[in-house]
C-alpha cells in the first residue's frame, strides 16, 4: 500500500482553497483571526502563512470527487466542499477544547494561542459558514444538502458526547464504541462522499450508494487511526507514541480487547483503571496486552471488512470510472498501514 | 411603568413549550440531558423540573407575534419562534464558559454541572437544532427565515468575539460599544420580531419594519440591562449588586464614562485599571463616577431614544392594532426601570 497523498487531494486544495479564505474573509475582525489561524492561512499573528501544514483537505476532495460522480464539473462542488472543510474544522476547534489538546498540525492548537472562549467563538462561526454557503444559493439542491450536513453533524456531535461519556464509564461495550465511531467518524465522511452529488441535484440512489461508500472509508479511517493511535509512529501522527493509551482512550481497539473475556484483557482493565499516570514501561504493556487480547487483530479485520465494503458500494454505484478509480485511491490513501 | 411579565410572553411559552421539548428530545441522550438542563426541562439528574427557572420566553413571544403581525396564526410561528430560542440558549450556553459564569435564571450553569465540554456540545447542538427545524418543512419561507436566523447567529457571534477582545483593551470607543451591543443583543431580537412574519411568507416590508422595531428595542434593552448591572437589586437581576463592575465589564454606561473627557471619567479609568481586586468600596465608588462623568445620563438618554424609535417603527408598519399594542407592551415590560 501506499502513503501517497493522491492527486485529486492536492488539487482539491487549490480549487476550495479560495473560496474557503473568501468565506472566512466575511467573518468580523476578532473571529476571523481566529479562524483563520487555525486553518493554516495565517500565523498566529495573523500574517499570510505561506506554506503552512493546512491539513489534508481529505474531506473537499471527496466532495468535488462526488460532484463529479453526478457528472457535473468539480467546481460546481466547490461551495459543497468548503462547506463540508468548515464542519471538519468546526470540530476540531471544539474537541481540541474538550479533549485539552495543545497540538494540532505540529501547531499549538487554537485555545493555546487565543483562549478557551475566542476558539469557542470561531468554531460556532464556522459551523455557521458552512451552512451559509449552502444556502446563499437559492437552488433547491442548497437546502438538501444543508439537510445532509446538519444530519451528519447532529451525529458527529452525538458521538463526541458519547466519546467524552465514556471517559469516565469502565463498561463501555463494543458496540457502543462503534457506534460513536459511526456518528463521530463516518457520518461526516458519508457527508463528504454525497454532499457534492447532492448538491449538484443528482438521484437519490446515487447520492444513497455514495453515503454508503463514504460511511464504510469512515469507519475504516477511524480503526486505522486508532490504531495509529497505539502503534503509529510519532513521525506518521504527528503525536507522541501510544498517546491514545496514555490518555487512556476508549478507542475500538482498546474496546475490543477490554471486552474480549481473556486474562490480557482483563489485565488490560486492571491496568487502566489505576490511579496513578501510567509510565512508558506501562504503556509498552498495555500495547502488548491489546495485542494479546486480540484487539489489534480485531481491529485490522474490522478496519480490511470495512474497507472492502465501501468497494462493494463503490462497484454497485453508477459513476465514471476515473471517479470510482480517483475514490478508491483516497480509500486507500486514508487507510493505508503505517504501523 | 410595569414590570409585569405581559399576557403575550407566558401564552407564548405554552405554545412553544411543546415544540422545544419535542427538539431536544431528538438529541442523543449525552448531549440531551446537559441541553434538558440548561432549558430548564429537568434539574441536573435528568428528572423533569415541574416549575423550573425556564427563564422568560421573550423571543418566542416576539417570534410568534411577528407571525400574527403579518396575520398567520401564532402556532404558524412556533418552529421559528423555537429556532429563536434555541439559538439565544445556544448563545447563553456558550457565553457562560467563556465569561466564567457560575449562576444563571438561579442555577448553576451547564458548564459547571456537566462540565466545559459537555456545554460546548449541548450549545453546538441547540445551533444545528434551530436550523433543522426551520428547514425540515420544504416551504421556501423556511429557507429565508434560516438565512434571517444566520445572519443574526453571524452578528451576535462578532458581537461577543468583540466583548471577549474589549477585555483586554483600555481604549474602547462608544462607537465599537454600540457596534458590539448591536451585534451581540439587538441583531437576535431584530430576528425574533421578523423571523415569524418571514416564516409565514409575509411581503419585505413588513419583515424590514418589524426587524427594524426589533433592533431598537434590543438596544433599548442592552442600555437597561447595563444600567442594571450597575444600578439593579440583586433580586431583580439574579446577580450580585455592581456584578458588572466586578467584572469590569467595558458596558454602555461606563464605556459613555471612560470617554466622556470629564475628571470623573479619568478617575473611573484609573481605577478599573488597577491591578488588585476592586473592594466593595471600589465599586460603590465606581459606580458613582459613572454617574458622575454622565454615563448614567448617557445611557437613560439612549435607551429613551431607541424606545422612541422602535416606537415610531411599530407605528409605521402596517399589522394588526392589537399585535402592535403587544409588541409596544413587551419593548416596554423588557426596558422598564428598576433600578
Same mark, same amino acid.
Given at each position: 500500500? %501506499? ?12 480549487? %476550495?482553497?479560495? @473560496? ?21 492561512? %495565517? ?20 466532495? &468535488?470527487?462526488?460532484?463529479?460522480? @453526478? ?26 477544547? !474538550? ?35 449552502? &444556502? ?25 458526547? @458519547? ?16 457506534? !460513536?465511531? =459511526? ?11 454525497? #454532499?457534492?452529488? #447532492? ?8 447520492? !444513497?450508494?455514495?453515503?454508503?461508500? =463514504?460511511?464504510?472509508? =469512515? ?10 493511535? #497505539? ?51 506501562? &504503556?509498552?504493556?498495555? @500495547?502488548? &496486552?491489546?495485542?494479546?487480547?486480540? =484487539? ?44
Amino acid at each position: 500500500m %501506499t502513503a501517497t497523498i493522491p492527486a485529486g487531494v492536492e488539487s482539491a486544495r487549490d480549487l %476550495t482553497g479560495p @473560496a474557503v479564505a473568501a468565506a472566512v474573509d466575511r467573518l468580523s475582525p476578532d473571529v476571523r483571526i481566529v479562524a483563520s489561524y487555525h486553518l493554516g492561512l %495565517t500565523d498566529a499573528e495573523g500574517r499570510p502563512a505561506g506554506s503552512a501544514p493546512a491539513g489534508k483537505a481529505l474531506r473537499p476532495a471527496l466532495a &468535488l470527487l462526488s460532484a463529479r460522480a @453526478a457528472g457535473a464539473a468539480p467546481e460546481r462542488g466547490v461551495p459543497a466542499a468548503a462547506a463540508v472543510e468548515f464542519v471538519h474544522n468546526f470540530s476540531l476547534l471544539h474537541d481540541d477544547i !474538550m479533549d485539552g489538546d495543545t497540538e494540532r498540525r505540529h501547531r499549538p492548537t487554537a485555545w493555546t494561542v487565543y483562549g478557551v472562549g475566542a476558539a469557542i467563538l470561531a468554531g460556532d462561526a464556522l459551523l455557521v459558514l458552512a451552512q451559509d454557503l449552502l &444556502l446563499e444559493d437559492s437552488a433547491p439542491q442548497g437546502l438538501w444538502a444543508s439537510r445532509c450536513l446538519s444530519a451528519a453533524v447532529q451525529r458527529l456531535i452525538a458521538g463526541q458526547g @458519547a466519546d467524552l461519556a465514556f471517559e469516565r464509564r469502565d463498561n463501555v461495550t463494543l458496540d457502543e464504541c462503534q457506534q !460513536m465511531a =459511526g456518528d463521530k467518524t463516518a457520518a461526516l465522511m458519508a457527508c463528504a462522499c454525497s #454532499i457534492g452529488a #447532492i448538491y449538484v441535484g443528482a438521484p437519490a440512489d446515487l447520492a !444513497m450508494g455514495l453515503a454508503g461508500f =463514504g460511511a464504510h472509508v =469512515g469507519l475504516a479511517f477511524q480503526l486505522t487511526d486508532d490504531l495509529l493511535g #497505539i502503534w503509529g509512529a510519532p513521525e506518521v501522527t504527528g503525536k507522541p507514541v501510544r498517546a491514545d493509551l496514555r490518555a487512556r482512550k476508549k478507542s475500538l481497539p482498546v474496546v475490543a480487547a477490554l471486552t474480549s473475556d481473556t486474562e490480557p484483557g482483563r489485565e488490560l482493565g486492571a491496568l487502566l483503571r489505576q490511579t496513578e499516570p501510567l509510565t512508558e514501561d506501562d &504503556l509498552v504493556r498495555a @500495547a502488548a &496486552l491489546v495485542e494479546d487480547a486480540g =484487539g489489534r487483530e480485531w481491529a485490522e479485520k474490522a478496519a480490511d471488512s470495512a474497507l472492502s465494503s465501501a468497494g462493494q458500494c463503490l462497484a454497485d454505484t453508477d459513476m465514471p470510472d476515473d471517479v470510482r478509480a480517483e475514490f478508491a485511491g483516497i480509500a486507500e490513501f486514508i487507510t493505508a498501514r503505517q504501523w
